[in-house]
């Protein structure tokens, strides 16, 4: 059967390549809104591509009202801001918030050109069709997929990232590798997202850890900024399954962020879809170095992203502060949110909203 190959216009990667884009901005209109957030603003990232604007041009407008992950209401002030300055142009910077909430305001604006700049490995945002955008009238945190949103320029620059927190670098370095695991393992995995995802898939268990402990090591950066960007490849082109499926209603009903709330049901999730497509597993685990059966291979896989999230400190609900009674409560809405989402509908083995509901209990055993 034929398969789409989706990725951005066009790419600059390494060091360097925000300063090395102004031609290229240039080229796609003449006054660009500029979407971000505040932590962003401070870090002088912002700065860094307003002297690039500046140098070439280009007139701008930056917003920096994204708090957290995006609601209606900021990309709908956003796109009054688009509207009131006459902007041509949208530029996303940022963790995958900023990025989400650029996306939005294109698909608001008619589609403008997009540049999206990201300052975090992990969303892969950059290289997606995704966005999503909570409903602040039913708290429920829409997925929304639109290939017009795949922007035409992705600058990629490792260096944003060497400031970022280690909680942070833990949070979205787990959102790529769910990416990359669920991209493999979904029904809709093709030929060429297997090679970006297993390529993801090593730099991830190699460099996060790395980039974790050291965040201005250039190289485990540099290899966890590509990590996310073959990452988000993939799931344009072969979707996330059940982890995203589960991870969005916790993120929209307690606030956790999205790499966190992935990262809490990962391991759960796949050991539930495991016994569905252990050769999968199997093709993970030899890509790490395990030899033997398909299950010890696989097996070899999940030991080690159990160490992973170990290394990393991951959190469970409880220890994140969630009440045990509140999540149950909100437990049976989650459950058919997620499959409203369609995600878990991906996953290789069939998922029933049982299934679901047994996940998200299980997250309480340990
Ligand atoms: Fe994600």
């Known amino acids: 059967m034929a398969y789409q ?17 102004g031609s290229d901005i240039k ?34 407008t930056v917003f920096t009202d994204i708090k957290g992950e995006p609601d209606d209401r900021m990309t709908a002030a956003a796109k009054e801001r688009f509207d009131q300055e006459g902007c041509d142009l949208v530029i996303g910077i940022g963790g995958g918030s900023p990025l989400d909430a650029a996306k939005a305001v294109c698909a608001l604006s008619g589609y403008p050109p997009l540049v999206l700049i990201p300052t975090t490995a992990g969303s892969g945002s950059e290289a997606t069709k995704f966005y999503c955008v909570t409903q602040s009238a039913t708290d429920t945190k829409k997925l929304i997929t639109d290939e017009k949103i795949i922007p035409r320029l992705a600058l990629i620059d490792p260096s944003l990232a060497f400031t970022a927190p280690r909680s942070l670098t833990a949070a979205t370095g787990m959102d790529a590798l769910t990416h990359a695991v669920e991209a493999f393992t979904s029904r809709k995995a093709t030929p060429y997202t297997d090679l970006f995802a297993l390529s993801a898939i090593r730099r991830i268990f190699e460099y996060l850890p ?45 606030h956790v962020p999205h790499g966190i709330s992935n990262a809490m049901l990962i391991l759960k999730c796949l050991s539930f879809a495991k016994d569905g497509c252990i050769e999968r597993f199997a093709e993970i685990g030899r890509a790490l170095g395990a030899a033997g059966s398909d299950a010890e291979c696989a097996d070899l896989f999940f030991i080690q992203l159990e160490d992973l999230c170990r290394t990393l400190e991951i959190p469970t609900l409880s220890s994140y502060g969630i009440s045990a009674e509140a999540f149950f409560e909100k437990a049976d809405k989650m459950a058919e949110d997620a499959l409203a989402s369609g995600s878990p509908a991906n996953t290789i083995k069939t998922v029933t909203k049982q299934d679901i509901l047994k996940i998200y209990a299980d997250l309480w055993t340990d």
């Open 5 to 21: 190959i989706l990725m951005p216009g066009k790419t600059l990667f390494g060091i360097g390549a925000i300063e090395g884009a």
């Open 27 to 60: 080229a796609m209109g003449t006054k660009a809104l500029v979407v971000s957030g505040k932590v962003v603003e401070k870090s002088g990232i912002i700065a860094k591509l307003t002297t690039v604007l500046e140098e070439a041009e280009i007139g701008y």
């Open 210 to 254: 790395v980039a974790y402990e050291k965040g201005e090591d250039e190289k485990a950066r540099t290899e966890m900024a590509f990590a996310a960007y073959e990452a988000g490849i993939c799931i344009t082109n072969a979707s996330v399954t059940l982890v995203h499926g589960m991870s969005r209603p916790i993120g929209a009903l307690f």
